[in-house]
């Protein structure tokens, strides 16, 4: 399974909104629901921000939102704090039962 | 709240199986999937497969002819054998639970373990 395909890295100033893409297959992103984005900070464990496309869970503030369309999802993040500053994974569950992660996206607060 | 806790060797040689442990404390391992992800040092996250309490398993292509995952529901754990390491295997390993449809979404997350493959 190949993983899906996020930018490097984006950045926004405080207050703006800044939106990661996430490209996959009609075997994974546009074939499921199943779409999941996760914030790291250095040193720590991810953290589950969004699941199946656009749910957060209790504790997400809502400045953070999910969307997909066709073999691409996106999260999308508003009012940029400085504490959103991390890296971005997103997942999907995949066809074959299984779960594939992209490759990241390190996203600065300028 | 459910936590998750990895422990195994931090070391393992060349040609040997990696072998952790998740115990999974505050909560019952029953009726969910049980994942386990690795990181390398200053990469992405890769998931290596999961398993159901009631023993059913998925594995990632990639990694399937060397993975084993196994569930001790009397004890609240799960465990992880990778065999035929190489340096390629050196990561921080995760345990987490699977959530949401078919456990699609990770929550909670261990801290992670750092395995370090060298002779």
């Known amino acids: 399974q190949s993983a899906l395909t996020q930018p490097a890295s984006v950045s926004g100033s405080p207050g703006q909104s800044i939106t990661i893409s996430c490209t996959g297959t009609?075997?994974?992103?546009?074939?499921?629901?199943?779409v999941s984005w996760y914030q790291q900070h250095p040193g720590k464990a991810p953290k589950l921000m969004i699941y199946?496309?656009?749910n957060r869970p209790s504790g997400v503030p809502d400045r953070f939102s999910g969307s997909k369309s066709g073999n691409t999802a996106s999260l999308t993040i508003s009012g940029l704090q400085a504490e959103d500053e991390a890296d971005y994974y997103c997942s999907s569950y995949t066809s074959s039962s299984t779960v594939v992660f992209g490759g990241g996206t390190k996203l600065t607060v300028l | 709240q459910v936590q998750l806790q990895e422990s195994g060797p931090g070391l393992v040689k060349p040609s040997e199986t990696l072998s952790l442990t998740c115990t999974v404390s505050g909560g019952s391992i029953s009726s969910y999937y049980w994942s386990w992800i690795r990181q390398p040092a200053g990469k992405g996250l890769e998931w290596i497969g999961r398993?159901?309490?009631?023993?059913?398993?998925n594995y990632n292509p990639s990694l399937k002819s060397r993975v084993t995952m196994s569930v001790d529901t009397s004890k609240n754990q799960f465990s992880l054998k990778l065999s035929s390491v190489t340096a390629a295997d050196t990561a921080v390993y995760y345990c987490?639970?699977?959530?949401?449809?078919?456990?699609?979404?990770?929550?909670?997350w261990g801290q992670g373990t750092l395995v370090t493959v060298s002779s």
């Open positions: 199946e496309v656009s």
């Open positions: 009609s075997s994974d992103v546009g074939g499921y629901n199943y």
């Open positions: 987490a639970r699977g959530i949401a449809v078919a456990g699609s979404s990770f929550d909670p």
């Open positions: 398993i159901y309490t009631s023993g059913s398993t």
